[in-house]
Structure formats: C-alpha cells, structure tokens
C-alpha cells in the first residue's frame, strides 16, 4: 500500500460510473461485476439528520446529531438497458424485444461506484454508495429542435449497508491498489474494504 498522504484534492471531474443489483428476493447484492451505467455529467449529494436533544428543567442542554439518510442527483447518458432498469420497464409477459411500463413497475436498490479525478494533480478518488434508491419517475421529451442530447437527471436516496455506512471514499494514492483499487469500480463489496479482510473478493 502506497505511504502518500495527500493533503489537497479538488474533485473537478466525475466518470466510470458503474452500479450493480440488489437481488430483491434475498435483498444480497447480486453476485458479478458491475456495469456501466453510462456518461455522468454530474453527482450531488446531501444529507438528512435527525437531532435528538436533552432538556434539563426545560432548557436544552445537550444535543447529538445523527445521521439518517442521503439524497443526491446525478446527470447522465445512460445506456438503454441502464435506463430500462433505472426507470422498471419489463419484459416479463411480452414478446420478445417489447418492454412495458405497468403500474407494478419496481426498480431494484443498487450499488453505485464512481470515481472522481483532480485535473490539478491527476490524483483519483475512488467513490461508493453502497446501497441506494432511484426515486425519479419515468419521464421522456423528444425534442427535434435540441443541438444536443439532454441528460438525464435522476434523484435517489442513499440508505446503509451491511457494514452500517452510507458512503465510501478512498483516495487511489492512499490504499492498496491490487486488493483494492483494481477492484473498487467492478467488484466493489461492503466485505471488501471491511477492516480485517484478508479474504480476496472474487
């Protein structure tokens, strides 16, 4: 493992996206690696907390922030199998290359790895939401007059995952590369980056 510790990193380009399934009968995620999801233009996250207080003789005297949940955005191109799935479009009880959207549409909760460069130093940040939501409704605009072709932007909530984190962040220089690294965006699993494994992720 590298010994850098990097001091600065100014997160000015986000690409290599990639999210992997939840399988929703056993809620483990899905064996395999990862896919594309496509070109990301932009990532935006935020949080929400809940404040649990303390009152002495009605007067608040101490108060703990913890953190519940994120939310976040992110604009992208995404290829058609990606979108299908983002947005439930199914198959199941159509012809061959049809695909419906019903009133049983579900999306499944993924995985979603990223990674962010520093066009400055060319530093990388290796990025993990570990499991999240996609909340945005089907929606589509056919646009003959457009000069290029929009984005999609796509809301979700970032819940825990079995390690209890709602996020990961690893700086390139600063973990191991083969047990690490070169698994991050692809085979990316809580187990992975878990303290004490020594157990090679296939």
């Known amino acids: 493992m590298s010994t850098n510790t990097i001091k600065e990193f100014d997160e000015v380009r986000i690409t ?14 899905a064996t395999g690696e990862a896919e594309k999801m496509g070109c990301t233009g932009k990532i935006e996250l935020s949080s ?45 009880g159509l012809k061959e290359g049809v695909y419906g959207l019903s009133d049983e549409a579900i999306t499944p909760d993924v995985l979603l790895t990223t990674k962010a460069i520093d066009l400055f130093t060319e530093q990388e940040k290796y990025i993990c939401l570990p499991k ?3 909340t945005t409704g089907f929606a589509k605009t056919i646009d003959n007059t457009v000069e290029e072709v929009a984005e999609v932007e796509l809301e979700f909530e970032a819940n825990k995952d079995e390690n209890k984190e709602f996020y990961y962040e690893a700086l390139a220089a600063e973990v191991d590369k083969e047990s690490i690294g070169d698994k991050w965006l692809k085979e990316f699993t809580p187990e992975l980056v878990k303290a004490g494994n020594t157990t090679p992720v296939m």
């Open 16 to 29: 290599d996206t990639h999210i992997k399934d939840y399988v929703r009968e056993t809620g483990a995620l």
């Open 48 to 92: 929400e907390y809940k404040i649990i207080v303390k009152n002495c003789e009605g007067v608040q005297t101490k108060s703990v922030k913890k953190l519940v949940k994120l939310t976040g955005k992110m604009s992208i191109h995404m290829p058609l199998a990606i979108a299908r799935k983002v947005f439930g479009l199914s198959n199941k």
């Open 132 to 134: 999240i939501s996609f």
